[in-house]
T-cell receptor
Framework: DAGITQSPRYKITETGRQVTLMCHQT?????MFWYRQDLGHGLRLIYY???????DKGEVPDGYVVSRSKTENFPLTLESATRSQTSVYFC??????????????FGPGTRLLVL | GNSVTQMEGPVTLSEEAFLTINCTYT??????LFWYVQYPGEGLQLLLK?????DKGSNKGFEATYRKETTSFHLEKGSVQVSDSAVYFC????????????FGTGTSLTVIP
């Protein structure tokens, strides 16, 4: 499928478990991003990646790990899930930076519930 | 630092009413500004954008003008439709490398027939 996809779309897990959220894009965009969306906070950037093997922290990186071995994939791992990580997670991608004009394209989101 | 402050909702309007959703920002340098829309159960979609002062972004009848003097990027539409019901996010792109986006908290709009 063309575009940007996320899996799973819904996930329920327990406190302390490791969870990996997958993100895949077919445009060969250089940049990829992970956000979490919470009521009252809008979207907050967790991590982003400028290219394969290049990642950097965003606003709320604690408790998360990312990797980018291939341009098209950008998995997000919660090493030991906590209830505060219950949220909706969005992956996004964008083209190479060009005078700050490039927009982002978002996936459909993953709803994660940590019990 | 960089931040976006957005008008709180929810907003309920009758069909064909005029819409304004306020957005102001704080940023270093010269950010690009965006409005995204999120329909129920979906991800965010770009609605419009402006990359420099006095630029006007427009799409689907929505407009927003990049006002550097007032650090604002208010979203307007002259006549809303039921299909415009969604959550609207104002965002800016700035940061040291230009690769960080900052989003407002979102404004929920419901348009009733």
């Amino acid at each position: 499928d063309a575009g940007i996809t996320q899996s799973p779309r819904y996930k329920i897990t327990e406190t302390g478990r490791q969870v990996t959220l997958m993100c895949h894009q077919t445009w060969s965009h250089s940049y990829m991003f992970w956000y979490r969306q919470d009521l009252g906070h809008g979207l907050r950037l967790i991590y982003y990646s400028a290219a394969a093997d290049i990642t950097d922290k965003g606003e709320v990186p604690d408790g998360y790990v990312v990797s980018r071995s291939k341009t098209e994939n950008f998995p997000l791992t919660l090493e030991s899930a906590t209830r505060s990580q219950t949220s909706v997670y969005f992956c996004a991608s964008s083209e190479v930076e060009r005078y700050l004009r490039e927009t982002q394209y978002f996936g459909p989101g993953t709803r994660l519930l940590v019990l | 630092g960089n931040s976006v402050t957005q008008m709180e909702g929810p907003v309920t309007l009758s069909e064909e009413a005029f819409l304004t959703i306020n957005c102001t920002y704080t940023a270093t340098g010269y950010p690009s500004l965006f409005w995204y829309v999120q329909y129920p159960g979906e991800g965010l979609q770009l609605l419009l954008k402006a990359t420099k002062a006095d630029d006007k972004g427009s799409n689907k009848g929505f407009e927003a003008t990049y006002r550097k003097e007032t650090t604002s990027f208010h979203l307007e539409k002259g006549s809303v439709q039921v299909s415009d019901s969604a959550v609207y996010f104002c965002a800016l792109r700035a940061g040291r490398t230009g690769n960080q986006f900052y989003f407002g908290t979102g404004t929920s709009l419901t348009v009733i027939p």
